[in-house]
C-alpha cells in the first residue's frame, strides 16, 4: 500500500521559514515526478512545484518562485518543500503527490496524493 506523509507544518511568523517533509513508503521516489500542492482557505487547490523524475527541472509558481525550493533525498525516500520569507498569503494546507513519469500532473491526476500538512503564518 502506498502512503505519503507530509510533517513539518505549523504556525510561523511572518518572514520565517519552514521545511516540510513528505515520507513515501510503497512506492520509490527516485523515478517519479512529485508534486508539491496547496490549498488556502475558501481557495482553489494551487500547483507550487513540480521536480522531474530525474531532477533535470523543478518549476515553481510565480506565488512562490524565489522564496521555496524543493530537493528529494532519494536514500529516505523523502522530499522537502523549503519555504522561506513566507507570508500571511501562504497560509494554507500543503500536500505532496507524485506519479510516475517525467511531469507532474494535475493533483487529482497524480498517482498518489498526501493527506497535507497545515502551515499557519501569522504574528
Known amino acids: 500500500q502506498v502512503q505519503l506523509v507530509e510533517s513539518g507544518g505549523g504556525l510561523v511568523q511572518p518572514g520565517g521559514s519552514l521545511r516540510l517533509s513528505c515520507i513515501a513508503s510503497?512506492?520509490?521516489?527516485?523515478?517519479?515526478?512529485i508534486g508539491w500542492f496547496r490549498q488556502a482557505p475558501g481557495k482553489e487547490r494551487e500547483e507550487l512545484a513540480c521536480?522531474?523524475?530525474?531532477?533535470?527541472?523543478?518549476v515553481f509558481a510565480d506565488s512562490v518562485k524565489g522564496r521555496f525550493t524543493g530537493a528529494r533525498d532519494n536514500a529516505k525516500n523523502t522530499v522537502y518543500l523549503q519555504m522561506n520569507s513566507l507570508k500571511p498569503e501562504d497560509t494554507a494546507v500543503y500536500y505532496c503527490?507524485?506519479?510516475?513519469?517525467?511531469?507532474?500532473?494535475?493533483?487529482?491526476?497524480?498517482?498518489?496524493r498526501g493527506k497535507g500538512t497545515l502551515v499557519t503564518v501569522s504574528s
Open positions: 503527490a507524485v506519479r510516475s513519469g517525467r511531469y507532474c500532473k494535475t493533483f487529482d491526476a497524480m498517482d498518489y
Open positions: 521536480i522531474t523524475n530525474d531532477d533535470t527541472s523543478t
Open positions: 510503497g512506492f520509490t521516489l527516485d523515478t517519479a515526478a
